[in-house]
């Protein structure tokens, strides 16, 4: 059996899994499963709930028109999140939703909008950023969602941050240098004392002003990355810094723990 199985569909429940167990379809899932893939009684459904672990289920009818899972067997034992913050300026709809998807993707365990003086989306719908976390989880076989934060300003995001936590601040200022050397320090520290929790941030397609970058620096154990000599989007620049702290630092193979997803 492969390690994941990508053919049977996957959906995200609330309710509690175990052997035996029914799983009663709300009328989204319901229309989804039965109208959208024709799925019939007896197929099977891989479900996830974010605690349970995923568990191979059947579709069963539930009454007249009604219909529900029934729960067999574990196909895989839940596993903790990460330790990666993603904290961000919005964007507008479409690229965040795509940004949401990525991070989701790309193994960070909590999302964090911030707010700063060139941020362009005046509004954020963390709804519609839950209901992408779970599209993206059930497409990738994720099992820890991540959570949502509402969004704050940057001053009270960075002070919210656990002293503990290094924050890689994504500054398209910073001097063009190896960005993995940049991380050198944190991975020597994680080699000699064991995984570190870390955020990256990401700022507005206009940057951050003067007095925010001042903010972010006066922060001890803060580090400013640059991202190459390339001018990028926003949401570029968010898979580029992720996929870069989750290949020195993360879960690619680099000190962090193995792979959770």
Not at 38 to 58: H, I, S, Y
Request: charged letters at 25%; glycine letters at 8%; proline letters at 8%.
């Amino acid at each position: 059996m492969p390690r994941y199985d990508f053919r049977s569909p996957r959906l995200h429940v609330e309710a509690p899994l175990e052997a035996g167990g029914r799983v009663p379809l709300s009328a989204p899932h319901l229309h989804y499963l039965r109208d959208v893939l024709r799925l019939k009684p007896g197929d099977p459904v891989l479900a996830f709930n974010g605690r349970d672990g995923e568990w191979r289920t059947a579709l069963a009818e539930e009454g007249r028109r009604a219909m529900a899972l029934a729960v067999a067997e574990q196909t895989r034992a839940q596993t903790p999140a990460g330790d990666l913050h993603y904290l961000f300026a919005p964007l507008k709809r479409a690229r965040l939703d795509y940004v949401v998807q990525k991070a989701v993707e790309m193994g960070a365990s909590r999302l964090q909008p911030v707010v700063t003086r060139h941020t362009q989306a005046e509004r954020v719908n963390t709804g519609r950023m839950r209901a992408n976390v779970v599209e993206a989880a059930e497409q990738c076989g994720v099992l820890a969602l991540p959570a949502v934060d509402e969004p704050v300003s940057l001053d009270k995001a960075v002070a919210g941050l656990d002293p503990a936590r290094r924050l890689v601040f994504c500054d398209e200022d910073a001097p063009v240098i190896d960005p993995v050397a940049a991380l050198g320090p944190v991975r020597a520290e994680a080699a000699a004392g064991g995984a570190v929790p870390l955020a990256v941030l990401i700022g507005p397609e206009g940057g951050f002003s003067e007095d925010e970058r001042d903010l972010l620096l006066a922060r001890p154990g803060v580090i400013r990355l640059a991202l190459g000599p390339r001018i990028l989007r926003a949401d570029t620049a968010a898979v580029a810094a992720l996929a870069l702290v989750q290949a020195v630092l993360g879960d690619w193979g680099g000190t962090g723990e193995a792979s959770r997803r």
